[in-house]
């Protein structure tokens, strides 16, 4: 018996492993700040535009169900990451290790908040372009693809943007309001023209995607 019967199975589940993959590496790397036009902004806006595209492709195949359940899986693995870090942290480095604890510590060891925020702001950003996708999709139709899935990431990305630092780093006093406001905007900018530039993508995703699933029928 084959696992997977259906071509669709297998391109849920490359869509899912792509999802998944791109999202952690995202919150791993999330905690260091980068200097963008003079305004810090995380180094882990940089796999997001993957998770753009697999979240729609996704949406447009499997539906609200299949996006909510993949993104409730990978917070569980986010999770699982984190406390699998935690516990790396604590174990000391041996004297032969080429990366001692302290290191180690360095690069893994994000603050509580940085954590709970990357979360919450992946779970809230998520539920919110699913919702707003198929929003728009029930009203368009199969066509204008470019205004779901663009307009989907253009506002849930605007929660996605403050909410990891407002919770990150502005609660506990990282950063001033006027920090916080300005980083906020500036990494949302940066979302909102990837968002658009990685249109065409998604258009190639979908031609490739109903060419292989035209071989089963579907």
């Known amino acids: 018996?084959?696992?997977?019967?259906?071509?669709?199975?297998?391109?849920?589940?490359?869509?899912?492993?792509?999802?998944?993959?791109?999202?952690?590496?995202?919150?791993?790397?999330?905690?260091?700040?980068?200097?963008?036009?003079?305004?810090?902004?995380?180094?882990?806006?940089l796999p997001w535009p993957i998770v753009f595209i697999t979240t729609d492709l996704i949406n447009e195949y499997f539906g609200e169900k299949g996006v909510k359940k993949l993104s409730l899986i990978t917070a569980g693995l986010i999770v699982y990451t984190f406390i699998i870090l935690f516990f790396a942290i604590r174990i000391p480095s041996t004297g032969i290790s080429s990366v001692s604890t302290e290191q180690f510590t360095a690069v893994f060891g994000q603050s509580q908040l940085i954590i709970v925020g990357s979360i919450a702001a992946f779970l809230v950003s998520q539920l919110i372009d699913v919702s707003i996708f198929h929003f728009v999709k029930n009203r368009t139709g199969n066509k204008m693809i470019w205004l779901r899935s663009t307009g989907s990431t253009v506002i849930s990305q605007l929660f996605d943007s403050f909410i990891v630092l407002g919770i990150a780093f502005y609660l506990p006093g990282i950063m001033d309001a006027k920090t916080y406001i300005i980083s906020g905007f500036t990494g949302y900018s940066v979302k909102l023209v990837i968002a658009v530039l990685m249109t065409p993508m998604i258009y190639l995703g979908h031609y490739l995607i109903k060419k292989y699933l035209a071989k089963d029928g579907e």
Do not use: C, H, W
Request: proline share 2%.
């Open 1 to 45: 018996m084959q696992m997977f019967q259906r071509r669709k199975d297998i391109v849920y589940v490359i869509l899912a492993g792509i999802f998944i993959t791109n999202a952690i590496v995202a919150e791993l790397t999330g905690g260091k700040l980068i200097d963008v036009f003079g305004v810090p902004m995380s180094i882990g806006i």
